[in-house]
Structure formats: C-alpha cells, structure tokens
C-alpha cells in the first residue's frame, strides 16, 4: 500500500541530518551515476538552509559535490525554495505527504516529485527531460 506522511510543519520534520542515497539514470534505466552522503537542515529565522555535501560518481569521474538551498517558508507546511544564489527552484508543500512540482532550465523541463514515508525517510525523484538532458535523478533520504 501507498501511503505517505502529512507533514504540517516543514522545519519540524526536516531539521537535522539526513543520510543522502541519489541515484542518476537514463530514462532506459541504465545507470548513468550516483551520489551518497549527508544533507542538513538548520533553521536561520524564516529560512531552513539545505547543506549537501557527498560523493559523486558519473561515468570515470569520482569527487566531492556540493549544494546549498534556501527553503523559503511561506506558512508552516510551504516553502518556496531556492537556489543559494538567490533564483527560484521550484515550490513545495508538503501538508499532504506528496507535492509535485516543475522547474523550467533553459530549454529543459525538471518534474519532481516528493514522498514523505514515514518520521524518518522521504523521497525525492526528478525526471529532468529536454533537448540538453534526459534522466531521472532519485534522491532518498533517512534521518541520522
């Protein structure tokens, strides 16, 4: 059975440290990379900061990635995020455990999806289609 976790309060649930698993594959299911290691939320007044930092591997290449987000809140179960250079990403509100949302890139088109599971693991999977780029990215995560 399907189900997902009503999160109504979006810094309650995602303050802490995450381990990060993301999975990079075409859209035939061959796997094109991944990346594991940590992500952390810390609330900074009406802001939660996204802090990724891991191990990439694509193709030959093997090295350090990193990412920082600003989730943005809104009310308390909405965000809107965005890039740490300031451009917005895309929405997200989660008060009924899923939300689906778009994200133009130049020419490109990212959906994503997001599945709270349960208190300690949600699911993100952005399927990134396009002239430049065609793959599914799958990022999960579970609390530390």
Known sequence: M????????L????????????DIVTTGGADAGAVTGTATFTPAE????YDEEGELRLGGFVGPVTRTLHYRLARPERADVHF???GFF?????????WSTEHPCRADRYHGEFHILDD????????????AKD???VSRFARL
């Open 2 to 9: 399907d189900t997902s976790l009503p999160v109504p309060d």
């Open 135 to 137: 793959h599914v990215i």
């Open 46 to 49: 009406d802001v939660l900061i």
């Open 90 to 98: 895309h929405d997200l509100d989660l008060s009924t455990g899923r």
């Open 84 to 86: 740490d250079h300031g």
């Open 11 to 22: 810094a309650a649930y995602l303050t802490g440290t995450w381990r990060l698993t993301r």
């Open 120 to 131: 300690g693991h949600w699911r993100q999977e952005w399927t990134v289609t396009g002239p």
